[in-house]
């Protein structure tokens, strides 16, 4: 490998590492009280977008016209044409088409192969270091108490235990968080792993699963087991002819998930916060169930207002607020992302936006239908927990492009 080589993969390294830290679903630059998130998050996207496109120019690159380049240039002018459209000029249509383009150009300039592995193995390392941090505090919850506090902007407050966040009242339930403002985003993170390790690398390393697993547990993340649950069906019938030790492993994980449910979840926490499908039954009155579906039910009466090019980013957001206090008397969170960007930009849009997200799962699966399906509605359910509008694990996402042959303008190999 030639001191080039190096050096571009250690950039894409640095980019993408950057890109996941300084982002919208990191606690300390998402809701932490303070100036890093309206200050660090935009420099860093713009350094990132003008590092890309100044290699892109270096190299002599150029845009080819296929199906990753017309996504990219489709989702981003429907954008803009929203943004006239409605007169709603905000940054936040700015800041989303440099998360695209950022994302578009890791993939064009260093290869789908390579940023998804620099990815995985981020996540590994995150979750490896989450683990650490959450095991001894889980089983005894007044080491958090050594370990600084910091505060949201909305004044609840977090312990900073490692690299991973606490609630400071936690009610005796604890959660891994990670680094991640929600559980429900650090559990995205990691099954979207799971799909590239499982299906894609073909990980014989089966520590690596199991730890990206024992994270997602530890989360207690509904959507996300229901989404484990929907992979590990997947996995167990694209791989049908496997190994005896590839069935027992993949056995073991998922009675070692049942049980952890039923034990550690539901027996305990019975219909409580700490139950993980206690909250979907109508007797809890859970918040988290109703608010999955004022998302999907008021994102779509405001889809419906123009389904063309959407009511825009102020519009879609100030009418969800209204329309969930007058429903439920307070403002409801919106989580499901899909029903977002079709409220905000259109019919056409929200069908490119979920299709892209699905060509990552068909690419990494591939040979069985079934099992696309099934992985494909595992991805589509994380989707619907938390909205990840301004996240850069959606742009890395939405614009994969796998290699159909050798390309003379990316670098591939492993990290």
Not at 71 to 78: D, G, M, N, R
Not at 168 to 181: A, D, L
Not at 275 to 300: D, E, H, M, P, T
Request: aromatic share 14%; with cysteine; charged share 15%.
């Amino acid at each position: 490998m030639t001191a080039k080589i190096r050096m571009q993969k250690s950039i894409c390294i640095i980019i993408i590492l950057l890109c996941l830290y300084v982002s919208d679903d990191i606690f300390v630059f998402s809701i932490m009280e303070g100036k890093l998130s309206s200050v660090c998050k935009p420099i860093v996207i713009v350094l990132c977008c003008l590092v890309l496109c100044f290699i892109w120019f270096k190299r002599g690159a150029k845009i080819r016209c296929n199906k990753d380049s017309c996504s990219f240039l489709f989702l981003s002018i429907t954008m803009i044409l929203t943004m006239f459209l409605h007169g709603d000029f905000r940054l936040g249509y700015l800041y989303i088409v440099m998360i695209f383009l950022t994302g578009y150009l890791l993939h064009y300039l260093f290869g789908t192969e390579l940023v998804l592995e620099i990815l995985y193995k981020s996540v590994i390392v995150i979750s490896v270091l989450s683990l650490i941090f959450f095991v001894p505090v889980f089983f005894k919850h007044s080491l958090a108490d050594i370990f600084p506090v910091v505060r949201t902007y909305t004044g609840a407050e977090f312990s900073l235990i490692g690299l991973n966040i606490l609630p400071v009242h936690h009610s005796h339930f604890i959660r891994n968080y990670g680094p991640f403002r929600e559980p429900g985003v650090f559990q995205m993170y990691l099954i979207l792993s799971l799909v590239f390790g499982l299906f894609y690398k073909r990980e014989q390393d089966w520590k690596k699963t199991i730890v990206l697993v024992l994270a997602l547990l530890t989360t207690f993340s509904t959507t996300g087991y229901i989404a484990l649950f929907m992979l590990m069906g997947g996995f167990w019938i694209c791989n049908n002819k496997e190994t005896k030790e590839t069935k027992r492993v993949l056995a073991f994980l998922l009675v070692l998930t049942f049980s952890y449910m039923a034990l550690f979840t539901d027996f305990l926490y019975k219909e409580g916060y700490g139950s993980v499908f206690g909250k979907l039954s109508s007797a809890n009155n859970s918040i988290s169930l109703a608010a999955r579906i004022a998302s999907i039910k008021y994102n779509f009466l405001i889809f419906l207002e123009n389904p063309f090019l959407g009511k825009g980013i102020t519009y879609e957001s100030e009418a969800f607020n209204s329309l969930t206090l007058s429903a439920y008397g307070v403002i409801k969170s919106n989580t499901n992302t899909i029903m977002i960007q079709l409220a905000r930009f259109g019919l056409l849009y929200g069908i490119v936006y979920t299709y892209r997200n699905i060509n990552y799962v068909i690419e990494c699966v591939k040979k069985n239908r079934i099992a696309i399906v099934m992985v494909a509605m595992s991805v589509i359910c994380i989707y619907v927990g938390e909205d990840i509008t301004y996240s850069m694990i959606t742009s890395i996402i939405l614009f994969c492009q796998f290699p159909k042959g050798k390309c003379s303008n990316r670098i591939v190999g492993e990290i």
